[in-house]
């Protein structure tokens, strides 16, 4: 019963995933595996494994190590000490594996249920676009790092260009960009990543800009999408409300305090 | 069109269509129990989200609670008899009217939304949730075996969960429920309404505690509250 080559392998939900899979490829009892065989099979197929993604190999990678330690302590003869009666060393492991089975044939059943928006449909709230078929709305993407990068470098070029001239260190923290990026969106739904950028800011001003909008797309505050490659790109809340997102930011710590003046001294609304 | 019939009783004198449209909800009397299930009908179809069984009553002003659940079912049965284009679902603590799954191509198209996915770990995530609430990120990790930090986020952007507090524990780690968005999206009258873990052996587990979810807004009323708050 060895591992067959496997052509597709099937993408797993993590190292549980993985070893049902193995489980039910061997037809063994989750209750009893043949924890020798699984192993192999197990680390073969992390060999096998494409690219796991970073994320997750270390889940993967502590399962084998946890599969190692049990098929080693299985081998021991047991010792002689008994200050616990002997306790199969899989017994932790088939816990989880069958609390986890559990939830992954739930989740399977709440996906097979008739999903609103996919399945079924209720009335109000949907509105009908009425343009003539053909002309869909174009699909609305995340933008890549990549193309922030690019608009980036476009807003760069249209900066001012640094002069002789220029003394003194242009001062504008990280929170205060925050702040004011945060701010746009109590006028309005969604804002233009180029609008950020005043005609007149420097390029020290542009970068912390741009810093503080990565900060916000990187705590899901704020969401870049862009309708296709090289088309405008549109910032907006990832959250339901700028409260929420003063809350997210602010409960995050890092930036602390974030809230600028022209909130301070506002409504206090928490 | 029903509510043209000439029975203005009293009123202003002048009918006017508001005035009479809303006479005739309002004095549908015992003998006019024949119209309730159409006027029902009506009722739901003017509600954007679910509406509890309370709430029609005190529409209706009239019929009790179990003739109005009787005119519901015959509403229901008569989607069904007659092959319609609507059925009658009992959703997050209340009824609404929605489109037969057989349907969903043409409506889809119409709408012209592609249905947003619903992944694996998103599902098996938010059956954790639903089955464990409240509970940590580190409980649902515990069972799923992989980090969550990036799936929850997405359900909460989808709102299918919500953050309800935190954990009296080292680090006060954040609490996790689901929504009435939850039980809407996946067709549930209830929390109770889950499937049923399958028992797989070590002890049988009742996971759902029923009253553990009437709180705040967003959450998951059972039908026998009829307090269904609003907010």
Redesign the interface.
């Known amino acids: 019963m060895t591992a067959p080559c496997t052509v597709r392998l099937p993408i797993f939900?993590?190292?549980?995933?993985l070893l049902l899979h193995l489980i039910k490829k061997n037809e063994v009892q989750?209750?009893d595996i043949p924890i020798a065989t699984i192993t192999d099979q197990y680390l073969a197929m992390l060999e096998e494994l494409p690219e796991l993604n970073l994320?997750?190999a270390g889940?993967y990678l502590v399962?084998a190590a946890t599969l190692m330690v049990i098929k080693s302590r299985m081998l021991l003869p047991s010792t002689g000490e008994d200050d616990e009666p002997e306790e199969d060393p899989r017994t932790e492991l088939v816990?989880?594996l069958?609390?986890?089975?559990?939830?992954?044939?739930?989740?399977?059943?709440?996906?097979d249920?008739?999903?609103?928006?996919?399945?079924?449909?209720?009335?109000?709230?949907?509105t009908?676009?009425p343009g003539p078929a053909g002309e869909?709305?174009p699909?609305v993407r995340d933008a890549s790092l990549g193309e922030l990068l690019d608009a980036l470098r476009d807003v760069l070029q249209r900066v001012r260009p640094p002069r002789a001239h220029e003394i003194g260190r242009e001062t504008i923290s990280l929170r205060e960009c925050v702040s004011r990026i945060l701010a746009r969106f109590v006028l309005d739904e969604r804002v233009e990543f180029a609008s950020l950028f005043a005609a007149d800011a420097g390029r020290g001003e542009v970068i912390v800009t741009f810093l503080a909008l990565l900060e916000l797309i990187r705590l899901?505050v704020l969401r870049a999408r862009q309708e296709e490659r090289f088309a405008a790109i549109v910032l907006e809340l990832?959250?339901a409300s700028v409260d929420e997102a003063a809350m997210r930011v602010r409960d995050l710590g890092d930036l602390e305090e974030w809230r600028g003046e022209e909130e301070a001294d506002g409504s206090s609304g928490d | 069109m029903d509510q043209v019939e000439t029975d203005t009783t009293t009123g202003n004198g002048n009918g006017s269509a508001n005035g009479h449209a809303h006479r005739a909800a309002v004095t549908a009397p015992a003998d006019d129990l024949g119209r309730l299930p159409a006027i029902l009908e009506s009722l739901l179809f003017a509600a954007a989200a679910p509406v509890p069984v309370a709430r029609l009553v005190e529409a209706l002003d009239g019929p009790s609670r179990a003739e109005v659940v009787q005119a519901l079912e015959a509403l229901a049965h008569r989607y069904e008899r007659e092959g319609r284009g609507l059925r009658l679902a009992q959703v997050a603590g209340g009824y609404q009217l929605r489109t037969p799954p057989e349907h969903a191509p043409w409506v889809r198209r119409l709408l012209r939304e592609r249905p947003a996915r619903l992944s694996r770990p998103m599902l098996e995530t938010v059956a954790i949730v639903a089955y464990r609430q409240p509970c940590t990120r580190l409980e649902i990790e515990a069972i799923r075996g992989v980090d969550v930090d990036a799936v929850l986020s997405t359900l909460l952007e989808r709102r299918l969960v919500r953050i309800v507090g935190r954990k009296e524990a080292p680090g006060r780690p954040l609490l996790y429920a689901t929504t009435r968005d939850f039980l809407e999206v996946f067709g549930l009258p209830d929390l109770a309404a889950l499937p049923a873990l399958r028992d797989l052996g070590d002890g049988a587990e009742v996971l759902v505690a029923r009253d553990l979810t009437v709180s705040a807004e967003g959450v998951a009323v059972t039908l026998e509250s009829p307090a269904a708050e609003e907010s």
């Open positions: 939900e993590g190292p549980l995933d989750i209750t994320d997750g889940e399962m816990q989880q069958v609390e986890y089975q559990r939830f992954r044939e739930v989740a399977a059943a709440l996906g249920r008739h999903v609103l928006h996919r399945d079924v449909f209720a009335g109000g709230g949907e009908v676009e869909e709305p699909p899901r990832a959250v």
